[in-house]
């Protein structure tokens, strides 16, 4: 069992549609959770992050955490062409540099 | 804003031969990392540092060296190149680790070992 899963879709959807994107991870330690955005041909960016479970807020995106199930999302409203990306979960423990990754979701939004 | 910068972008090289990777960064980081990415998986670390002079091994160290001798630079050498490195290659670097501080990425090296 990977640390880390992710469905690596890919997933397409309509312009304007909500994107529910998950992992689920197996390690009881990670505390830090990340969402990243890549582009093609480009390094990741941090879109989110949140320490713990909850949610947190930003724009359009909205993250998720539930320790309990092991299991965060990340949900983009009014999806737009330019969010077509692939999206990578990312999680630390406590002082731990060593950031785990799933393997990433490829999300196509159509105009 | 540079940023994080990487060269070379693209490169191929033959099994058994040797390269650096360049890594350099203008936000006066302390902490620099380097990962790969492979088709399929995501990130791996390969090594990472907390400042000049002090590098540690990540998840996937093997076939890889690190120096950091400034602050800002932090190359990563390929010795004796495998098929198993052809990869992307990621250079990062944060203020802080990676709990709580965002990480920034540069735009990638492209590597083939054939």
Known sequence: ???????????SVPEGA???????????AFQYFMWYRQYS????????????????????????????????????RDSQPSDSATYLCAMSADNNNDMRFGAGTRLTVKP | NAGVTQ???????????????QCTQDMNHNYMYWYRQDPGMGLKLIYYSVG??????????NGYNVSRSTTEDFPLRLELAAPSQTSVYFCASSYGGVSGNTIYFGEGSWLTVV
Do not use: H, W
Not at chain 1, 18 to 28: A, E, F, P, R
Not at chain 1, 41 to 61: Q, V, W
């Open chain 1, 41 to 76: 041909r480009k390094g990741p960016e941090l879109l989110m992050y949140t320490y713990s479970s909850g949610n947190k807020e930003d724009g359009r995106f909205t993250a998720q955490v539930d320790k309990s199930s092991k299991y965060i999302s990340l949900f983009i």
């Open chain 1, 18 to 28: 909500i994107v529910s994107l998950n992992c689920t991870y197996s390690n009881s």
């Open chain 2, 7 to 21: 060269t070379p972008k693209f490169r191929i090289l033959k099994i058994g031969q040797s390269m650096t990777l």
């Open chain 1, 1 to 11: 069992q990977k640390e880390v899963e992710q469905d690596p879709g890919p997933l």
């Open chain 2, 52 to 61: 000049a002079g002090i590098t540690d091994k990540g998840e996937v160290p």
